[in-house]
């Protein structure tokens, strides 16, 4: 006849590791952070929790906008001064060639 052992819980929890350890813990910890953070809170304080998390969204989104705006504008300035100096380099050519003549 054969006996199949089962393992206790701590035998169980023993044998997982780091990450799977993260995994189980994630929901238990998140829904615990939350209502911690949210203890004491009224409807008031949550709306202007939720307000000012939309208002850094949108800032964020304006930030990288405005850094793909700005990179597009230095690129263009750098083309820019690209062709000044090709336009200085013929324009002294000319010159030299006039005083030549």
Known sequence: FFFFKQK???????SLVGSEMCIR???RNSTYR???LNKGSTKNDLNQL???EEQCRAASENLFNKKKELQKIQKECEEDQRRLQE???KYDILRLSLIHI
């Open 87 to 89: 336009i200085q380099n």
């Open 25 to 27: 813990d994630r929901n």
């Open 50 to 52: 939720e307000t000012l």
């Open 8 to 14: 206790t819980a701590y035998e169980m929890l023993r």
């Open 34 to 36: 939350d209502s911690f």
